[in-house]
């Protein structure tokens, strides 16, 4: 993978999604591509909805749900509907759909692994054709969430991994990490790392780094929550000199 195509693939964040990367319900993140949301009754099912917006990939909707298997196991389903960028990007649209489970360590921690996939053409062919595939990747991941009375935070790690075409320079590790503290129960604030690497052979070269501070507020009541991020980017030596970042999020659960 080239450094200019992993520099703008990395900043797949917020994850982004359903991305601080991402967002949160309850004082739990909600991001990229992964958030469980613990449904209150066992033999129920939540669903949350997020629209998404970050420097990278535009605007770009996600959803997580949790059906409750028993009172500390749930199934989890996500999707991610990328778009086709943001300014000075051309990917074009893909979509990414998964499943795991969730299970309660303790009353404050869950654990999150799912399977996604990815259907399009960005690790299939590096974005560079109309033509897409379903089922063109596949991403592992991890998610660990930490909502507690006045604690909240979130870390994610997925593997892109690509299945079809001549593209294993098209792979990348993404991960973040945020934590915050609740103010009170409408406002919380924290901060947040994200990071991507890949390229031929998984390298040690770190592509992107994202560092950054960021403000919620949230009616866990109504379910709703409006959250942003924003700070430095830096390069793979380090340098603060690849600019800033920013993403927000809007949401609401059922």
């Known amino acids: 993978m080239t450094s200019t195509y992993l520099k703008t693939a990395s900043t797949l964040s917020f994850v982004a999604t359903v991305a601080l990367a991402g967002s949160a319900f309850a004082g739990n993140d909600m991001s990229v591509g992964t958030t469980p949301m613990k449904s209150p009754d066992p033999e129920g099912m939540n669903l949350a909805v997020a629209l998404n917006s970050d420097s990278f990939f535009g605007f770009y909707p996600s959803f997580a749900g949790a059906y409750g298997l028993s009172e500390d196991l749930d199934l989890t389903v996500y999707g991610i509907y990328w778009g086709g960028g943001g300014v000075g990007q051309a990917f074009d649209d893909w979509t990414e759909f998964g499943l795991g489970v969730n299970y309660s360590l303790t009353d404050s921690i869950s654990i999150n692994p799912q399977i996604g996939f990815l259907s399009g053409s960005l690790l299939s062919q590096g974005a560079a054709t109309d033509q897409g595939d379903v089922g063109e990747g596949v991403v592992p991941s991890i998610t660990v969430n930490l909502n507690s009375g006045k604690l909240e935070g979130q870390f994610y790690a997925g593997l892109y991994l690509p299945i079809q075409g001549d593209s294993d320079q098209l792979e990348f590790l993404h991960t973040w990490l945020s934590l915050g503290y609740k103010v009170n129960d409408i406002f919380s604030a924290g901060?947040?790392?994200?990071?991507?690497?890949?390229?031929?052979?998984?390298?040690?070269?770190?592509?992107?780094?994202?560092?950054?501070?960021?403000?919620?507020?949230?009616?866990?009541?109504?379910?709703?929550?409006?959250?942003?991020?924003?700070?430095?980017?830096?390069?793979?030596?380090?340098?603060?000199?690849?600019?800033?970042?920013?993403?927000?999020?809007?949401?609401?659960?059922?």
């Open 191 to 254: 901060g947040h790392v994200e990071w991507l690497s890949g390229g031929e052979s998984f390298d040690t070269d770190t592509n992107f780094i994202w560092v950054g501070p960021y403000v919620q507020f949230r009616n866990e009541d109504k379910g709703v929550f409006i959250r942003f991020a924003g700070g430095f980017e830096f390069d793979a030596s380090g340098a603060a000199d690849s600019g800033t970042f920013w993403k927000t999020a809007v949401g609401f659960s059922f």
